[in-house]
């Protein structure tokens, strides 16, 4: 891969043994394309094992990428057999995992501990738990624990403090022109954390609410709040999105703004003109119906289209529209 390597100095006092640095390639904006570092460790408890030597790397927010062994060495098993592509297959699934269960474990949940007077199993002091051999692979379940940790300890943590140091205006500008899904989920969850760049970048944000990346789609949904969603600016920001998104995704979005205070009446003559156009469907009015308040049926053309759906043909659409006008009319009586 192309790109400027750069150099960041790591004193890891609980990893000594391997590199004290991080590699970090960038591409020509600055960007960065993966971090790396040159890991040497031992994998088991009583030293009976071959040291792991390989290269881990993580992606330009800071996640598992990857890992390269070295081109003389081999990761091995407890019995020193090498492993096999299939192992290595499996242990790439193993730390492609944040959510494995060997985050909760130690070491010593990992093995059947022997009597003293039972002779070793497996090259170090027992049998593989039974619970997690199918996870794990056979021979090896120190290993994988060893590198998992490795992977989601001391070195992504610096990875992502030099990330966040690093950013500011300029660099998530730059993101939201690389439109990468992994960076663009990175610099939403940044700017939550980071209310001072809302004002710059919420319109980019809502624009991701219609990506085709499902998780991103969803985060940029999620990063606006209740007290965010008052804000008519934002709202009218939602409507040209409410064109793009699919259906589930119209129905989070109305369900969002029903907690708003008060929905700007274009925002709600908007979403009733896409009813008449048959661009949405009468249950998805219904959720609608939800924005409208008191004082937004004092706009004549909102009021208008409601008396409209009075007569509509669907006896569902009459009903709701009713009730929305009673409820309305009940309030204007107190």
């Not at 242990?91 to 070491?107: A, E, V």
């Not at 959720?287 to 669907?314: A, D, S």
Request: glycine share 2%.
């Amino acid at each position: 891969m192309k790109g400027n390597l750069h150099q960041h100095p790591f004193i890891d006092h609980a990893d000594s043994l391997s590199a004290q640095q991080i590699f970090e390639l960038r591409d020509e904006k600055g960007l960065p394309l993966w971090f790396c570092r040159d890991i040497f460790k031992n994998v088991c408890l009583t030293s009976e094992c071959r040291m792991v030597h390989l290269w881990l790397f993580w992606n330009s927010t800071g996640d598992y990428l990857g890992h390269q062994i070295h081109e003389k060495d081999t990761i091995t098993k407890t019995d020193h057999t090498p492993f096999i592509s299939s192992d290595y297959q499996k242990l790439n699934r193993i730390l492609s995992d944040p959510g494995s269960i060997l985050k909760d474990l130690k070491q010593e949940d990992l093995i059947i501990k022997p009597a003293p007077e039972e002779k070793k199993l497996d090259g170090h002091s027992g049998a593989t738990q039974p619970s997690l051999k199918e996870y794990l692979i056979k021979d090896a379940a120190y290993t994988c624990y060893t590198l998992w940790h490795t992977v989601y300890g001391n070195t992504q943590k610096e990875i992502k403090k030099l990330l966040e140091m690093r950013a500011d205006s300029v660099y998530l500008q730059l993101l939201f022109e690389q439109k990468s899904p992994e960076q663009l989920i990175w610099a939403v969850d940044f700017i939550r954390t980071h209310p001072q760049y809302h004002s710059a970048f919420f319109r980019q944000i809502i624009k991701q609410i219609g990506s085709k990346n499902d998780i991103l789609s969803q985060r940029a949904l999620n990063y606006l709040s209740k007290e965010q969603l008052t804000e008519h600016a934002i709202q009218k920001e939602l409507v040209p999105i409410f064109e793009e998104v699919n259906y589930q995704r119209k129905f989070e979005l109305l369900w969002k703004l029903s907690a708003a205070q008060h929905t700007d009446d274009d925002v709600i003559l908007s979403f009733l003109t896409s009813f008449e156009e048959q661009k949405i469907n009468a249950s998805m009015l219904g959720y609608v119906y939800k924005l409208v308040r008191e004082e937004n049926q004092k706009n004549p053309l909102i009021l208008e289209k409601l008396r409209t759906f009075l007569k509509h043909e669907n006896l569902y659409v009459r009903n709701i529209t009713k009730k929305v006008l009673s409820d309305t009319k009940n309030q204007n009586l107190k």
